[in-house]
């Protein structure tokens, strides 16, 4: 009796099929157990150059070539391999920039002197003495007043009662702030530059993003110069 219920068990774990119509069924749900493959976790740096150095040094272990290194954005890039025999991609590295990226905006005098001797990079070609030479003929006790056509706006700046100058703001100005890795330069963009009747002052993005572009182009640029060799071995492609 005992020995007939036991086969009886063993019979229900066996998978049968039928043909119904030509079409072959199954009383039970099949499903494929995943072979166990080892992976390298991922690892996340926070610089262009630890991202280079990884990929050099560490090319030689992967055994699905090539490495693909894709511009994710601004402030981030990807590595990861091609397919191997399983049809699968390893993650092998990220990079997230964790400089300090500048918000745009209304600040007031104080906050944004301070944010453009800080969190803007100084060239020649862009404007930003322009800028702090035009916030440094207001102070926080000027009375400020402003006109503005829609084309270019004027502000008259009183300090104290007895000197009052008016001063012809540009309504458009080229800045680079700190927005993506360090490694590359700033990508240059304009900003719509704007003083408000209580003296804060306002730099708006004007270049609809573009300097997202700019500044993918440049990532890539700098990992192509520093992956030259395996780029060219077509071990590491870069992408945008």
């Not at 990220?94 to 002197?113: I, L, N, R």
């Amino acid at each position: 009796m005992i020995r007939e219920a036991l086969q009886y068990l063993v019979s229900l774990k066996e998978n049968k099929t039928y043909e119904i119509h030509g079409d072959i069924y199954s009383d039970r749900e099949l499903v494929r157990v995943e072979p166990h493959v080892d992976r390298p976790e991922p690892l996340t740096v926070t610089g262009l150059d630890s991202l280079a150095q990884l990929i050099r040094h560490e090319a030689d272990l992967v055994d699905a070539q090539p490495i693909f290194v894709r511009v994710d954005g601004p402030r981030s890039v990807t590595a990861f391999s091609s397919w191997d025999d399983t049809m699968t991609r390893d993650r092998l590295y990220k990079a997230e920039c964790d400089a300090p990226a500048f918000q745009t905006g209304w600040m007031d005098h104080e906050e944004a002197v301070i944010k453009l001797r800080s969190m803007f990079e100084t060239d020649e070609d862009s404007d930003l003495n322009y800028v702090l030479d035009l916030l440094s003929r207001i102070s926080r006790e000027s009375s400020v007043s402003s006109s503005d056509n829609g084309v270019t706006q004027t502000v008259e700046a009183r300090q104290g009662v007895a000197l009052s100058q008016r001063v012809a703001v540009r309504p458009r100005v080229a800045l680079r702030p700190y927005r993506t890795f360090l490694e590359v330069l700033q990508p240059k963009s304009e900003f719509l530059l704007r003083l408000d009747g209580e003296g804060r002052v306002g730099l708006l993005e004007a270049d609809g993003g573009m300097w997202r572009m700019d500044a993918k182009k440049g990532i890539a640029w700098y990992l192509e110069d520093k992956l030259k060799e395996l780029v060219e071995a077509g071990r590491v492609v870069v992408m945008v």
